[in-house]
């Protein structure tokens, strides 16, 4: 029988980290990027200086896709990870888009 007590555990024998991660300055120039986006974003609502029109929608998608992939990809070290774990998350993000393209066909959103 053996004392878990007192078993060494992995994290003893882990070394540092073994992928280089960027600089505080990279998080600041994407943090930047990322208010540029949001503030271009809140302008669409302001009709009297831009009239979107059908436009308005799909320029809301593409800016929203594209912070999604910035904060995916920088802040949550996707970039810098393992790729198991960007297949991980992509496989998620899928299954969750298809279980709400599902239940929006179950209550006739399409029709």
């Known amino acids: ?10 994290t003893d024998t882990e070394g540092p980290d073994t992928h280089a991660h960027p600089s505080d ?3 600041v120039k994407i943090a ?3 208010a540029v986006v949001t503030a271009m974003e809140v302008s669409t ?3 009297s200086v831009v009239d979107w029109g059908r436009a308005l ?11 999604f992939y910035l904060v995916a990809t920088w802040f949550m070290h996707l ?3 393992s790729k198991l774990f960007a297949r991980m998350f992509q496989g998620g993000l899928i299954l969750a888009v298809a ?5 929006l066909s179950a209550f006739q959103f399409f029709a």
């Open 1 to 10: 029988m053996t004392d878990t007590a007192t078993a060494e555990t992995s």
């Open 99 to 103: 279980v709400y393209v599902a239940t």
């Open 45 to 47: 609502y302001f009709e």
């Open 25 to 27: 300055w990279a998080y």
């Open 79 to 81: 970039k810098f990870d």
């Open 57 to 67: 929608v799909p320029a809301l998608l593409v800016m929203m896709a594209f912070k």
């Open 32 to 34: 930047a990027v990322l």
